[in-house]
C-alpha cells in the first residue's frame, strides 16, 4: 500500500517485486547492462529487443487500457516497475509510440485507426517520432506552419519539423500540421500520421553537445498522406496534442533513473575509490547532495500521486508541469555533483570515445565514467516537451489561477 509518507508493500507487491528482479536478471542481455550503467549507447536493434522483451512478457503497455494490451498495474506497481528497471540498469521505454502516441490513438482514433496501428506500437514494430516542434514554432507552438492542403483523399504535406529525436529510426512521424489559417490559430491544427518512407520526407542531422547524433530535422515536400491517416476531426489536433504533452512531461521527470544515480553517487561518496578526492568531508559538497536527495523524495511522492490518478484512467493534469520542472532540476543538480566528483578529468571531453569501436585511450574517471557526455547532453532536460520557463506559465495559470 502506499501512503503519503511511507510505503509498505502488500505480500502481492512483494511477490511482484520478485517477478519483476527475476524478468531483468533473466531478458536484460549483460552488454546492455553495462552499456546503460557506463552511459554507452544502446543500438536501435539493442532498444528494440529489450521492448520486444518487455511486450513477450506482457509489460509493454504500462499504462494502456487493459481493453489495448495493458498491463492493468496498480500504482505501486508501476513505481515498484520504474524503480527495480532503474537498479537493473534497463534502457528507458522510448515513449513516442507507447507513452506518446499510443494514448491519442486509443483516446481519439477510430476503430480502424487501433486496430491497425496499436498492436504493432505494443509489439515495438515500429519506432514512431514526434513531429511538433519546427525552425520558428517551438514555445509558440501553435504558430506552426507545415501546411497540410486537402487534394482529393490525400493530404499534401509541406514544411520542416525540428529537433525530432531519433527521427533517423523511425518509421512512421506523429505530426501537427496546418489545415486552416482562418481563426484562432489553435483551431487551425490538426494531427497526422506520416509513414517516414512517403517520398518527400528527409532526416537530415543535428549533432548536439556531446557530439552525437540525437535530434534531426524532418523536411516534406509535397508528401501525399492518405485522409485516413488523420486522427479525430480536422482542426481538432491540438486538442490531443495537449493529452500527449501531459503524458510527454510525466515520463521526462525520471525520478527513477535519478534515485538509482543519486544512491551510487552515496555509495562512491561512502567507498571513495583511489584516484577520487573525499568529498565526504566536504560539508558544502555534502549539503548539496542532501538537498538533491530531499528534493527527489519530495518529488517521488508527487510522482506517486499523479501516476495514482493515471491508474484511474485520468490524464495526467497540470501536476505533470510541476514535475517536469522539479525532476529536470533535480538531474541537473546530480549532473553537477557528478561533474565535482569526477573533478579535472570531467575536462578533456572526448565525445568519440563513448561509442562503440574506440580503440584509442579514454581519458574519463574509471569510477564515475560518461560524467561529461552526460552533462552535456541533459542540458536538454529542462527544454525539451516545452521549457521549464513555459511550464511555470502553465502552473500560474492552471494551478494558481493567474
Ligand atoms: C534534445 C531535444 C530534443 C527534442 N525532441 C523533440 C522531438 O522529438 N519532437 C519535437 O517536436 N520537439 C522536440 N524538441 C523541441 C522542444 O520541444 C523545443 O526545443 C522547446 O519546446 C522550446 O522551443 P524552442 O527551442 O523553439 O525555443 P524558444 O521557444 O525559442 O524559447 C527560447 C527561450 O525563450 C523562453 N520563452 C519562450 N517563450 C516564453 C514565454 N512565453 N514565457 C517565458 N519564457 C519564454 C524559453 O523558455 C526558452 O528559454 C526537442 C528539443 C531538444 C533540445
Known amino acids: 500500500?502506499?501512503?503519503?509518507?511511507?510505503?509498505?508493500?502488500?505480500?502481492?507487491?512483494?511477490?511482484?517485486?520478485?517477478?519483476?528482479?527475476?524478468?531483468f536478471r533473466e531478458e536484460l542481455p549483460e552488454q546492455v547492462r553495462y552499456k546503460i550503467d557506463n552511459g554507452l549507447r544502446i543500438s536501435r536493434d539493442d532498444q528494440v529487443a529489450y521492448q520486444k522483451a518487455l511486450h513477450a512478457k506482457g509489460w509493454a503497455g504500462v499504462n494502456w487500457p487493459v481493453e489495448y494490451g495493458g498491463t492493468g498495474w496498480s500504482s505501486a506497481q508501476k513505481y515498484i516497475f520504474f524503480n527495480e528497471a532503474a537498479e537493473a540498469a534497463a534502457p528507458r521505454i522510448i515513449p513516442f509510440g507507447l507513452s506518446m502516441v499510443a494514448p491519442v490513438i486509443y483516446t481519439f482514433g477510430s476503430e480502424e485507426q487501433k486496430q491497425r496501428f496499436l498492436p504493432d506500437i505494443l509489439a515495438s514494430n515500429v519506432w514512431w517520432c514526434q513531429g511538433y516542434s519546427e525552425p520558428n514554432a517551438g514555445s509558440d507552438l501553435a504558430g506552426l506552419k507545415t501546411k497540410a492542403v486537402r487534394d482529393g483523399d490525400h493530404y499534401i504535406v509541406n514544411g520542416t519539423k525540428t529537433w525530432t529525436t531519433l527521427g533517423h529510426y523511425a518509421d512512421w512521424i506523429f505530426c501537427l500540421v496546418r489545415t486552416s489559417d482562418t481563426g484562432r490559430k489553435q483551431e487551425g491544427?490538426?494531427?497526422?500520421?506520416?509513414?517516414?518512407?512517403?517520398?518527400?520526407?528527409?532526416?537530415?542531422?543535428?549533432?548536439?553537445?556531446?557530439?552525437?547524433?540525437?535530434?534531426?530535422?524532418?523536411?516534406f515536400e509535397d508528401v501525399r498522406v492518405p485522409v485516413e491517416n488523420l486522427i479525430g476531426e480536422e482542426g481538432k489536433g491540438w486538442t490531443y496534442a495537449k493529452v500527449l504533452l501531459t503524458h510527454e512531461r510525466t515520463n521526462i521527470a525520471g525520478v527513477a533513473p535519478s534515485k538509482h544515480r543519486l544512491s551510487t553517487l552515496?555509495?562512491?561518496?561512502?567507498?571513495?575509490?583511489?584516484?577520487?578526492?573525499?568529498?565526504?568531508?566536504?560539508?558544502?559538497?555534502?549539503?548539496?547532495?542532501i538537498q538533491a536527495?530531499?528534493?527527489?523524495?519530495?518529488?517521488?511522492?508527487?510522482?506517486?500521486?499523479?501516476?495514482?490518478?493515471?491508474?484511474?484512467?485520468?490524464?495526467?493534469?497540470?501536476?505533470?508541469?510541476i514535475l517536469k520542472i522539479k525532476g529536470t532540476e533535480v538531474q541537473q543538480m546530480i549532473d553537477e555533483l557528478y561533474l565535482e566528483v569526477a573533478g579535472y578529468y570531467a575536462l578533456p571531453f572526448v565525445p568519440g570515445q563513448y561509442e562503440d569501436g574506440y580503440d584509442g585511450v579514454r581519458i574519463e574517471p574509471h569510477f564515475a565514467p560518461d560524467v561529461a557526455p552526460h552533462y552535456y547532453n541533459n542540458r536538454k532536460v529542462t527544454i525539451y516537451g516545452g521549457t521549464n520557463e513555459i511550464q511555470k506559465n502553465i502552473i500560474a495559470k492552471a494551478v494558481l489561477g493567474l
Open 1 to 23: 500500500m502506499v501512503n503519503e509518507m511511507n510505503i509498505d508493500f502488500t505480500e502481492q507487491e512483494l511477490a511482484f517485486r520478485e517477478e519483476v528482479r527475476a524478468f
Open 293 to 321: 536527495e530531499v528534493e527527489l523524495k519530495a518529488l517521488e511522492f508527487t510522482e506517486l500521486r499523479v501516476l495514482s490518478a493515471v491508474s484511474t484512467g485520468k490524464a495526467p493534469g497540470p501536476e505533470s508541469s
Open 189 to 219: 491544427i490538426s494531427f497526422l500520421l506520416i509513414d517516414m518512407k512517403t517520398p518527400g520526407v528527409t532526416v537530415k542531422p543535428i549533432i548536439t553537445l556531446d557530439g552525437r547524433r540525437e535530434v534531426n530535422e524532418v523536411f
Open 266 to 289: 552515496r555509495k562512491l561518496l561512502d567507498n571513495p575509490p583511489a584516484g577520487m578526492g573525499n568529498l565526504r568531508q566536504n560539508s558544502l559538497f555534502m549539503a548539496r547532495v
